[in-house]
């Protein structure tokens, strides 16, 4: 099988595939029920035909927050992208303890899923939580939010649709809000904190340093 063409410049974190023992075994005995193939056409329509509402998370971590919101959603439907073979084992398994029906999770670099995978007009949102902040300079450009990634995702929305992303790194917010106010795909801006979101453990961790978290909404033009 060909290799998969990987963008150079990581927004993640390279962390070694080390898991827990139920994380393992989740990853192995879950997949059938919640893996989806990244080399395969991943049309959210056809994957959950009776939701209403069809949703992309990008980078679920271990999925704490992730299953809490597919629980309190179950008319929803999400599909779930991580890179981090642990945290799509944890995911797997909290899914499977609350009997979700209504996730599938995908381990890979989200911008091959959008480029390859992803059908335009096939997503109602994204949700985008506590991105890798890459607060040095010189890291900068490893931010997922950049120009060409409001570009990669912007077709993929139904019309009407938008995206919510949350960070606890406030200059990464002001880098958010300066470059979603510059493009013309776009409009919206900070929005009070949903009182579904659940507080993830990294947020937590944010929290705890005194960091200010902002919500971010911005809609489809
Ligand atoms: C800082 S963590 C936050 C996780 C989670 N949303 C939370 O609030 O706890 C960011 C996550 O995004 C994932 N990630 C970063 N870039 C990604 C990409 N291009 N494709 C898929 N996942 C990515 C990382 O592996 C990491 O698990």
Same mark, same amino acid.
């Given at each position: 099988?060909?290799?998969?063409?990987?963008?150079?410049?990581?927004?993640?974190?390279?962390?070694?595939?080390?898991?827990?023992?139920?994380?393992?075994?989740?990853?192995?005995?879950?997949?059938?029920?919640?893996?989806?193939?990244?080399?395969?056409?991943?049309?959210?329509?056809?994957?959950?035909?009776?939701?209403?509402?069809?949703?992309?998370?990008?980078?679920?971590?271990?999925?704490?927050?992730?299953?809490?919101?597919?629980?309190?959603?179950?008319?929803?439907?999400?599909?779930?992208?991580?890179?981090?073979?642990?945290?799509?084992?944890?995911?797997?398994?909290?899914?499977?303890?609350?009997? +979700?029906?209504?996730? !599938? #999770?995908?381990?890979?670099?989200?911008?091959? %899923?959008?480029? $390859?995978?992803? =059908?335009?007009?096939?997503?109602?949102?994204?949700?985008?939580?506590?991105?890798?902040?890459?607060?040095?300079?010189?890291?900068?450009?490893?931010?997922?939010?950049?120009?060409?990634?409001?570009? +990669?995702?912007?077709? !993929? #929305?139904?019309?009407?649709?938008?995206?919510? %992303?949350?960070? $606890?790194?406030? =200059?990464?917010?002001?880098?958010?809000?300066?470059?979603?106010?510059?493009?013309?795909?776009?409009?919206?801006?900070?929005?009070?904190?949903?009182?579904?979101?659940?507080?993830?453990?990294?947020?937590?961790?944010?929290?705890?340093?005194?960091?200010?978290?902002?919500?971010?909404?911005?809609?489809?033009?």
């Amino acid at each position: 099988m060909s290799e998969i063409e990987r963008p150079s410049n990581r927004s993640y974190r390279l962390r070694g595939d080390r898991a827990t023992g139920a994380q393992e075994q989740a990853y192995a005995t879950l997949w059938p029920a919640y893996g989806l193939d990244p080399r395969s056409r991943i049309d959210a329509r056809e994957i959950f035909p009776d939701s209403q509402i069809r949703i992309l998370e990008i980078g679920s971590g271990m999925g704490e927050a992730t299953a809490q919101i597919a629980a309190h959603f179950p008319e929803t439907g999400f599909l779930v992208v991580e890179v981090h073979k642990p945290g799509v084992g944890s995911l797997m398994h909290l899914s499977e303890k609350a009997g +979700l029906t209504n996730i !599938k #999770i995908i381990e890979e670099d989200v911008h091959v %899923i959008l480029r $390859d995978c992803i =059908p335009d007009q096939s997503l109602d949102a994204i949700h985008l939580y506590f991105p890798d902040p890459w607060p040095k300079n010189y890291h900068q450009k490893r931010r997922i939010v950049q120009d060409s990634f409001l570009e +990669l995702i912007h077709p !993929k #929305i139904n019309d009407g649709g938008y995206i919510h %992303i949350a960070t $606890d790194w406030f =200059p990464y917010a002001g880098w958010i809000q300066r470059i979603f106010a510059a493009s013309d795909l776009f409009t919206g801006g900070v929005i009070d904190r949903p009182e579904w979101r659940p507080i993830s453990k990294f947020e937590g961790q944010g929290i705890r340093k005194g960091h200010i978290v902002t919500d971010m909404k911005y809609f489809k033009k």
